[in-house]
């Protein structure tokens, strides 16, 4: 499993996990296995779940591409609770919000 730091972020770890391409969406390449660097939109969404989580333990659980935006997946602290975010080409983020269930 290959670790990551985000110089922005000294405290985000991140890990490659694999990927789950939904229909109409490009996996991007920084899942299971490729040793990629997270992407420029992968990390201003493990940036953006960082802040809104207030939770430097973030780790990329992957992400598809389409022309509307990037949907990454990402989960935080020790036990992974899962997030997502959508990374827009302009740099933007938006639409993070918990997968979990409350309670």
């Known amino acids: 499993m290959m670790m990551f730091k985000i110089s922005m972020l000294p405290a985000v770890v991140l890990t490659a996990a694999g990927l789950a391409a939904c229909a109409g969406a490009q996996p991007t390449g920084s899942g299971a296995g490729s040793g990629a660097t997270p992407s420029a939109a992968e990390q201003a969404c493990l940036a953006a779940v960082s802040r809104t989580a ?10 598809e591409f389409s022309q509307a935006g990037t949907y990454v997946r990402v989960g935080v602290g020790a036990q992974r609770a ?22």
């Open 54 to 63: 207030n939770n430097g333990d973030v780790v990329l659980l992957g992400s």
């Open 82 to 103: 899962p997030w997502k975010c959508i990374a827009y080409s302009n740099g933007s983020t938006g639409g993070v919000e918990y997968l979990g269930k409350d309670g």
